[in-house]
T-cell receptor, first 113, second 117 residues
Framework: DAKTTQPPSMDCAEGRAANLPCNHS???????VYWYRQIHSQGPQYIIH???NNETNEMASLIITEDRKSSTLILPHATLRDTAVYYC?????FGFGNEKLTFGTGTRLTIIP | EAGVTQFPSHSVIEKGQTVTLRCDPI?????LYWYRRVMGKEIKFLLH????????ESGMPNNRFLAERTGGTYSTLKVQPAELEDSGVYFC???????????????FGEGSRLTVL
């Protein structure tokens, strides 16, 4: 799986949009971008994933650049409960055999009241 | 619907003893994964079951670790004998089979914290 680069930490004011960047310059054509987060000591939680089009769900939006070498996870209205470590992971398409997730160090997002 | 459950939530054992961790995946999920995080390190993949078969066990650190998934339902991870460096949090995750899942989303349990003294 391609490696990703994320800033180690970020702060965001409560109620504002949190924009978390991720670089994945060596991503392959069959690799998706996944985002997970880990709140305190809980198990990781899936947020969103995409291939090349922008995606949105009830939790977040994912913006992938046209060359697919970077992406941004957007939490539109951050709350204190969004304080967590956010992981950007690239992974081959589900069902092609290598479905394990490779976690990096992630970005520690702190929401400030 | 119940999520992924793990037992015990915390285990404290002495070096050389044996510990068995259990994971109950979400009902109907063919895929089951074990991960672990040792202190100060990243979350690392251990292995992946598809039903009762080991699909990928490339992350298992050594032969002191034995994972089983008899009958393709729950899974156990045994550490025997435990060493100090095995301390950490062991996460289990499950996902639906490829034919029924588009996202391949993994659902994680709360983890089992292992402390080896």
């Amino acid at each position: 799986d391609a490696k990703t680069t994320q800033p180690p930490s970020m702060d965001c004011a409560e109620g504002r949009a949190a924009n978390l960047p991720c670089n994945h310059s060596t991503i392959s054509g069959n690799e998706y971008v996944y985002w997970y987060r880990q709140i305190h000591s809980q198990g990781p939680q899936y947020i969103i994933h995409g291939l090349k089009n922008n995606e949105t769900n009830e939790m977040a939006s994912l913006i992938i650049t046209e060359d697919r070498k970077s992406s941004t996870l957007i939490l539109p209205h951050a709350t204190l409960r969004d304080t967590a470590v956010y992981y950007c992971i690239v992974r081959v398409a589900f069902g092609f055999g290598n479905e394990k997730l490779t976690f990096g160090t992630g970005t520690r997002l702190t929401i400030i009241p | 619907e119940a999520g992924v459950t793990q037992f015990p939530s915390h285990s404290v054992i002495e070096k050389g003893q044996t510990v068995t961790l259990r994971c109950d995946p979400i009902s109907g999920h063919d895929n089951l994964y074990w991960y672990r995080r040792v202190m100060g390190k990243e979350i690392k993949f251990l292995l992946h079951f598809v039903k009762e078969s080991k699909q990928d066990e490339s992350g298992m650190p050594n032969n002191r670790f034995l994972a089983e998934r008899t009958g393709g339902t729950y899974s156990t991870l045994k550490v025997q004998p435990a060493e100090l460096e095995d301390s950490g949090v062991y996460f289990c995750a499950s996902s639906q089979g490829h034919g029924t899942s588009i996202s391949g989303e993994l659902f994680f349990g709360e983890g089992s914290r292992l402390t080896v003294l």
